[in-house]
């Protein structure tokens, strides 16, 4: 698919505003044991790549703030959640809020521009798949701005369409509550995705290096008919560094936010 051409739709807010408030949290929490493995394992995984110093985190896209909460004050003493639904975030803010973690709303990715730089982290669970390339261009040029110059890091998670992924969506959209053939509408491989981001985003290489680029959700989700702590075991078992297959669902990226001062221009 052309970057430039999407095959479907973005998700609209009012789409959004039809899942029920914490839903997805609740599922982590109390679903069917594979889809809390999946949740539970996905967020395990995008903070593994966050730790290499104690620093500020910003979640773009947090819905309902499942990252967060999962997210210790001693690594990231400073934690923001951000997302368009004003009721989602309102779950957030009275379940997970504290001192150290809030969450706001915001308009959409240019009204990222109010917050102030000086995170040392900013994460994007399974967000960009739903935004169309001029977004995803704006999320990159946001998250370059707000990210501290040679210590920061983005880290994203998108499904990986070189894998089983497709097979899997096809069931989801008959149980699930989106009909993710609509919803995703920017597509990404493992073999693809930094060639197609370099494409979207010209600025990239300008900010930022791919400093992590892995797959994780091959098969360790699918153990939780075992046991839900055995799935998510088995699924961190091995460090990203050392897992090198292209199979896996989800794709997992971290780029190095380099250390050239950030260019308006």
Known sequence: MNASQPSARPLTSKELTDIPVGHYHRVMESGHPVRRAWHLLKFTRVLDLCMEAPGAILDIGCFAGSLLSRAS?????????????????????ESFGTPF????????????RRLEPGFDYATCVEVIEHLA?????????????????????????????????????????RVSDVDYSEQHITRFTYFGLERKLREIVPEIDKYFR??????????????????????TKVGSWVPHSRWGSPLGNLVLVRLARNDRPFDEA
């Open 101 to 112: 973690r809030r969450f706001e709303h915001i308009d959409g990715l240019r009204s990222l």
């Open 210 to 231: 791919f400093e992590v680029k892995t797959t994780t959700h091959f098969v360790s989700p699918f153990l939780a008919v075992l046991g839900v702590d055995v799935a």
């Open 133 to 173: 390339p001029a977004e995803i261009r704006t999320l990159f040029v946001e998250v370059a701005r707000l990210l501290t110059p040679g210590r920061g890091r983005f880290v994203l998670s998108t499904p990986n369409y070189s894998s089983t992924w497709p097979l899997l969506e096809l069931l989801l959209n």
């Open 73 to 93: 004050e001693a690594q990231y003493p400073r934690q923001l959640g951000v997302d368009i639904l004003p009721e989602q975030l309102a779950f957030a803010n």
